[in-house]
């Protein structure tokens, strides 16, 4: 017994005694104490009886919700029928119809009232009390911290009906096992997730035609996510996402869910003083990344940006997206190629922008392996073209988005880029700051990326091709790659946030650590290509193997089992900021440098890729690719 229910056999005892005084005063029968007492106590024992069988005993007063409000009536009721009788044929007590109906309301009246005042007092509303589940709403199973669990339906219930009935909570983290909320019992799940899920599934698929699994909470972890999609893919159950936040409806799991990533809660302090009121240039502006970042940017209120891609379409695309969520926003659109040194020199000139996010770039491997002279003319010479533009026009932050593929290249779009890395950091040396390289692993989503890929395969049935069965990859979000891009261009400006989370912590740290030219985000845990494929089967409600194929067809031209974020000489150290890290690199820099850049440039203008890749191979000792000497 609890002692939530031992609070319930007090109030249930003294409304008895209320219900039984006023009905004998109605009726002018005035009882003394040894007359009502015996009657109290049956009912008492009535109702805690009728109130066990229906699970009132489990439940937790600062949880209460409508349904159990509506239970507790239901015990009520029933308890003063069972004492009505009990009181007549067994004990042959007088009994009228008003005194157990006066008991059953007083009792229920005391028991919702306390449960009221505790939900009050536990920092709760009370309009969870008035509301019920909808009529026709699904069942679901939900699984989380019981904590977030509760939460998240006293938050739903803020605006209307509950439009999902909960049967059952899988709890990963809390000690209210056993216990009801909303007339769903708590399980434990902390130990086998995936077992109770599943039998919890195959029960409540007996019992309702509809049966949804729901996540709760932004974060509910990759193995979570996980053993539920492994269950949705054996039984027809519907797998879903419930938001704590009251007003946000629920939504499908989407393949970002797979990696189980938690939110991180950033200062943008930083990069709205970087930002707020500057002319802003983004390259590669209707890309997946450049985008993401533009629009992030906005957010900021730049005094002009500049909108600058080689697509039409990316490019139209992007600028009326951004007109439609920012209408008083004054945006840029140029249309043009960041290897036109002349015509980079002119809109730097003309525009004189004040921040440069670099995004644009050829990202796809194996294209560029059968086009390496196009992979060195836009990932080296672009950049080299837009930094130098940088340096004659000057500017107060210059950002170049990098890749892990640029850490011990095996293929020429990573050594293009680690090329650029350095040319950026031979720009801050002579600068004095204020160039800076982000390095960053895969962009779950992104244009030519495997997720698109392994979407259109499922469509199809199948199969989906893994390269390599132990093949892994970093993999982040757009939307946290974009942030966390913009607060390390906040840092390597030399800004750093304050009155936000992290920002007094970036500013203790500010003073010890100066700002660099290259800043590498947390990725987190690598994780299996043939796990995600796995996942996004798993999300569609079908099996891998048995519905969908996954088929290995081997590595493809300059593909690595795995991926590095950082070189052996490379000192990292926590940034400021939570999920950047600073670089630095005490191995001093080429003097020829922008020679040598210059001398693969030309090369690969010339369609030399021999001594491209080669003069390329000097200037980036790491890359081994069995294209040079070709």
Known sequence: MTRGFFMDLVLMALGAWAGLSVAGAFSGDARTFDAIFPQVVLFSLCASLVLLVNGTNRSVWRWTTGDDVLRIMRGAVAASVVYGAAAMLLFRLPVDALGPSLSAVAAAG?????RGIARVMDGGGIRALLRV??????????????????RAIHAARTHGPLHL??????????????????????????????????????AALQRNPEVRIALIGADPGRKVVRAALNVVARYPAKLLRMPEMPGLPMAPVEPADVLGRAPRELDLSGPRKLLHNKRVLVTGAGGTIGSELVRQIATFEPGRLVLLDLS???????????????????????????????RMQELFASLKPQVIIHAAANKHVPLMER????????????????????LRHGCEAFVLISTDKAVNPANVMGAAKRAAELYVRACSEEAGGHFLSVRFGNVLGSTGSIMPLFERQIEQGGPVTVTDPNMT?????????????????????????????????????ASNQPPGSLYVLDMGEPMRIVDLAEGMIRMKGKEPGRDIEIRIIGPRPGEKRSEQLFYPFETRTP????????????????TRMHEQVKQVIDAADSDQTGPALEQLAALVPQFHSPLIGR
Not at 133 to 150: E, M, N, Q, R, S
Not at 371 to 390: K, Q, S
Not at 475 to 503: D, H, K, N, R, Y
């Open 110 to 114: 005391m028991m919702i009232s306390g």
């Open 133 to 150: 589940v909808a009529k026709d709403a699904p069942a679901t199973i939900l699984v989380g911290a019981t904590a977030t669990v509760t």
């Open 165 to 202: 009935k909960p049967i059952a909570i899988v709890s990963t983290r809390g000690n209210q096992i056993g216990r009801v909320f909303a007339g769903a019992r708590v399980h434990d799940g902390r130990v086998d997730l995936e077992g109770k899920l599943e039998e919890l599934t195959r």
């Open 312 to 342: 039409e379409s990316n490019l139209h695309a992007i600028a009326l997206d951004l007109a439609e969520r920012v209408p008083g926003l004054q945006i840029e659109t140029k249309l043009a190629d960041i290897r036109d040194e002349f």
């Open 371 to 390: 086009h390496p002279c196009e992979a060195i003319r836009v990932n080296l010479g672009g950049t080299r073209t837009l930094a130098n533009a940088a």
């Open 473 to 509: 990859r970093w993999f982040m979000t757009v939307e946290e790659a974009g942030a966390l891009v913009l607060q390390a261009a906040a840092l390597g400006a030399g800004i750093t946030g304050s009155g936000a989370p992290g920002g007094d912590r970036a500013q203790d740290s």
């Open 575 to 590: 940034a400021p900021i939570e999920g950047v890290y600073a670089v630095s690199d005490e191995t001093p820099l080429s």
